[in-house]
C-alpha cells in the first residue's frame, strides 16, 4: 500500500487541485469532482453543487469505498462519485482521482473520438492510450461500469458526451495525467485540424518509448499501443534561418528552384496564423 496523506494534507490537496482546474478552465459553475485515498477504505471527496474554485475545508466529505459517510457538512457527495469509488475498488494502487471537462478533450469525447494516435512521445509514455468509452449518464451506476474495465490497464479515460477521467498513484498525479489529456487532445485538434498533417511514428519508434514506461513502472503500462506507422517519418530536419546575410537574400524570394531552406515568417504571417487558429477554436 502507498503512503497515505493525513486528513489535513489531502483536504488541502482537493482545495488546491480545484483552484487549478478552475483557473484553467477545465470546469465551469459546479463541474468536476476530485477525490483522494487516505486509507484503504477512506477517501476525501468534493461536495455536489459547489465550484471547485471556491472550496473549504467544510464542504469536503469523508467517506468510505461502500459509499457510507463517514463525515460530511450540509452539502451530500456529487453522484459521479461512484466513478471514483469503481476506481479506488478496482485498482488498489490508486490514490487519487480527477474528473473534469477541459475544453479540448471533451470535444474528442463528445465526438467519440479517443486519444491513440502515435504522434507525441510525452502523451504516450505518461498516458498510454486515452479510450472514450460509451455514453452513460452522468452519476448513474451504468457510467461507474462503464469505465470498470480500464481501472488497472490504464490511467486516463474520455467520457462519452461527458468529459475526461484520469487517475494515479497520488492526486498530484492524477491532476498532471488530466493536464496531459488536454495537452494531447490539443496537439491532435492543431495537428489535423489546423495544420493538417501529422507524422507517425512507426512501431519501433513507439516499442522504444513502451520500453522507456516499463522502466519507468508508469501505473497503466499496458494502457493499449496507439495507431502506428509502417516505417519511420522520412521527414528530414526543417531548417530555419540563414548562416549569412548574402544567403538570406538568396532565399528571400522564392526565385531559386532548388530552395531548401524555410523563409522566417513576417509579422503579417505571423498575425495570419493567429487568426486562423482563434477563429478555429471559437
Same mark, same amino acid.
Given at each position: 500500500?502507498?503512503?497515505?496523506?493525513?486528513?489535513?494534507?489531502?483536504?488541502?490537496?482537493?482545495?488546491?487541485?480545484?483552484?487549478?482546474?478552475?483557473?484553467?478552465?477545465?470546469?465551469?459553475?459546479?463541474?468536476?469532482?476530485?477525490?483522494?485515498?487516505?486509507?484503504?477504505?477512506?477517501?476525501?471527496?468534493?461536495? +455536489?453543487? /459547489? &465550484? $471547485? #474554485?471556491?472550496?473549504?475545508?467544510?464542504?469536503? @466529505? *469523508? =467517506?468510505? %469505498?461502500?459509499? +457510507?459517510? /463517514? &463525515? $460530511? #457538512?450540509?452539502?451530500?457527495?456529487?453522484?459521479? @462519485? *461512484? =466513478?471514483? %469509488?469503481?476506481?479506488?475498488?478496482?485498482?488498489?494502487?490508486?490514490?487519487?482521482?480527477?474528473?473534469?471537462?477541459?475544453?479540448?478533450?471533451?470535444?474528442?469525447?463528445?465526438?467519440?473520438?479517443?486519444?491513440?494516435?502515435?504522434?507525441?512521445?510525452?502523451?504516450?509514455?505518461?498516458?498510454?492510450?486515452?479510450?472514450?468509452?460509451?455514453?452513460?449518464?452522468?452519476?448513474?451506476?451504468?457510467?461507474?461500469?462503464?469505465?470498470?474495465?480500464?481501472?488497472?490497464?490504464?490511467?486516463?479515460?474520455?467520457?462519452?458526451?461527458?468529459?475526461?477521467?484520469?487517475?494515479?498513484?497520488?492526486?498530484?498525479?492524477?491532476?498532471?495525467?488530466?493536464?496531459?489529456?488536454?495537452?494531447?487532445?490539443?496537439?491532435?485538434?492543431?495537428?489535423?485540424?489546423?495544420?493538417?498533417?501529422?507524422?507517425?511514428?512507426?512501431?519501433?519508434?513507439?516499442?522504444?518509448?513502451?520500453?522507456?514506461?516499463?522502466?519507468?513502472?508508469?501505473?497503466?503500462?499496458?494502457?493499449?499501443?496507439?495507431?502506428?506507422?509502417?516505417?519511420?517519418?522520412?521527414?528530414?530536419?526543417?531548417?530555419?534561418?540563414?548562416?549569412?546575410?548574402?544567403?538570406?537574400?538568396?532565399?528571400?524570394?522564392?526565385?531559386?528552384?532548388?530552395?531548401?531552406?524555410?523563409?522566417?515568417?513576417?509579422?503579417?504571417?505571423?498575425?495570419?496564423?493567429?487568426?486562423?487558429?482563434?477563429?478555429?477554436?471559437?
Amino acid at each position: 500500500m502507498l503512503k497515505n496523506l493525513s486528513d489535513y494534507d489531502a483536504r488541502n490537496m482537493i482545495i488546491e487541485i480545484g483552484k487549478r482546474m478552475y483557473s484553467k478552465n477545465f470546469v465551469a459553475a459546479h463541474d468536476g469532482n476530485i477525490s483522494c485515498r487516505v486509507d484503504e477504505d477512506i477517501i476525501w471527496a468534493t461536495p +455536489t453543487g /459547489v &465550484s $471547485k #474554485g471556491f472550496m473549504n475545508e467544510e464542504t469536503l @466529505i *469523508k =467517506m468510505r %469505498l461502500d459509499g +457510507t459517510i /463517514v &463525515s $460530511k #457538512g450540509s452539502i451530500e457527495p456529487s453522484s459521479e @462519485i *461512484k =466513478m471514483h %469509488l469503481c476506481i479506488y475498488k478496482e485498482n488498489p494502487d490508486i490514490m487519487g482521482v480527477t474528473h473534469a471537462h477541459p475544453p479540448v478533450c471533451t470535444s474528442f469525447a463528445v465526438a467519440g473520438i479517443g486519444l491513440d494516435q502515435a504522434i507525441y512521445p510525452e502523451a504516450f509514455v505518461n498516458l498510454g492510450t486515452v479510450p472514450c468509452v460509451h455514453y452513460e449518464t452522468p452519476g448513474s451506476q451504468g457510467a461507474a461500469d462503464s469505465i470498470k474495465p480500464y481501472c488497472k490497464s490504464h490511467c486516463a479515460l474520455l467520457l462519452a458526451n461527458h468529459g475526461a477521467i484520469s487517475w494515479g498513484r497520488s492526486l498530484m498525479e492524477a491532476f498532471y495525467r488530466l493536464e496531459s489529456i488536454e495537452h494531447y487532445a490539443m496537439i491532435l485538434l492543431y495537428t489535423g485540424s489546423l495544420i493538417g498533417k501529422r507524422n507517425v511514428l512507426s512501431y519501433g519508434q513507439v516499442q522504444d518509448l513502451l520500453d522507456i514506461r516499463k522502466r519507468l513502472g508508469v501505473l497503466g503500462a499496458d494502457g493499449g499501443i496507439p495507431v502506428c506507422a509502417e516505417n519511420p517519418s522520412t521527414l528530414k530536419d526543417v531548417v530555419t534561418g540563414y548562416d549569412t546575410i548574402e544567403e538570406a537574400k538568396r532565399y528571400a524570394v522564392y526565385e531559386n528552384p532548388d530552395i531548401t531552406h524555410c523563409p522566417r515568417l513576417t509579422d503579417e504571417d505571423v498575425e495570419r496564423i493567429a487568426a486562423a487558429i482563434l477563429k478555429k477554436l471559437k
